[in-house]
């Protein structure tokens, strides 16, 4: 390639690069300020976006139906029929399926909670409800019980609202299988029996303290020097079991379960609690204590 050439290349690789980073710059600025229109972007959702969440309102409306559906009273089964009759399609019976000529309680729903939702085709939304029931006897009003339900109602929407389209059916409760868990692994060294005793006996009397004293009295207790409540007027120290000792660095992990009696009611509660430690100068100090770790 002889030197005119050259030049020519040169000329029209220069003049190129600099047509092309004028025409992008002038296409970037264009979309920055809308002059050429972009389709958006679409994402593809994934598989935990394309879940349907449940409608509150729908929890809502069961919740509201279950208590109507659970209300009744023997020899006033119109007044049962009103009541349901805002929730049901015209084609449902007007009772929901529920007949009480052969009760021997009368009945009353004092809590509800929606449990779960899922679709069962067509728009119908099952809705599980749990209600805890009164139930009292017709033939001596003293005699009640609770029982606890777990009933299904199948909804649908209409409008801004819902309707009943099926009859609601009871269900056994859900049953809870057993989850295993690990023995607690102590961190750190053993520590000897002196230093065991020590913080036990320094455990003793914060613990006492923490129940009795006042913000001040209880911060000297802390590293941190911070005034805490702690439990005054709320429990009362009663036992402490199970304490076990651990060195880490210059600190000191103590585990143990803690009795406290709750003020009001005498009810006692046993608590576990992790507390990490540290001796200076021959006084113990609490750096920071964790309830209900296992």
């Not at 009945?107 to 909670?113: D, G, K, T």
């Not at 085709?121 to 749990?130: A, L, N, Q, R, S």
């Not at 309707?163 to 023995?183: G, K, Q």
């Not at 911060?219 to 402490?240: C, D, H, P, R, W």
Request: proline share 4%.
């Amino acid at each position: 390639m002889n030197r005119l050439s050259k030049q020519r290349m040169t000329r029209f690789l220069f003049w190129g690069l600099l047509i092309y980073t004028a025409l992008s710059s002038t296409i970037a600025w264009s979309i920055q300020f809308g002059l050429i229109p972009v389709e958006p972007r679409k994402v593809q959702a994934t598989d935990e976006q394309k879940i349907q969440t449940t409608d509150t309102r729908e929890l809502a409306f069961a919740e509201q139906f279950t208590k109507e559906y659970f209300f009744w009273t023997q020899g006033k089964e119109d007044s049962r029929k009103q009541r349901l009759q805002p929730f049901l399609i015209s084609n449902l019976d007007v009772q929901a399926g529920l007949d009480m000529t052969a009760a021997k309680y009368n009945s009353y729903a004092q809590n509800i909670n929606a449990w779960q939702a899922k679709d069962r085709g067509d728009g119908v939304k099952e809705v599980t409800v749990y209600a805890e029931t009164i139930l009292t006897s017709l033939s001596n009003p003293s005699d009640q019980k609770r029982v606890d339900r777990y009933l299904v109602v199948p909804i649908k929407q209409a409008g801004d609202s819902f309707r009943v389209v099926d009859l609601p059916y009871l269900i056994p409760p859900p049953v809870a299988s057993d989850i295993a868990i690990d023995e607690p692994k102590s961190e750190g060294s053993p520590v000897s029996g002196e230093i065991a005793n020590q913080a036990e006996t320094f455990m003793q009397t914060f613990w006492k303290v923490y129940t009795n004293g006042e913000p001040q009295e209880i911060a000297y207790y802390f590293k941190n020097k911070q005034a805490s409540a702690g439990l005054t007027s709320i429990e009362s120290f009663v036992s402490m079991d199970n304490l076990n000792v651990t060195q880490v660095d210059d600190q000191y992990v103590v585990n143990c379960n803690v009795t406290l009696k709750d003020v009001q009611t005498g009810v006692q509660l046993v608590n576990h609690y992790v507390f990490t430690l540290v001796n200076e100068s021959d006084r113990w100090y609490v750096i920071s204590m964790k309830q209900g770790e296992i």
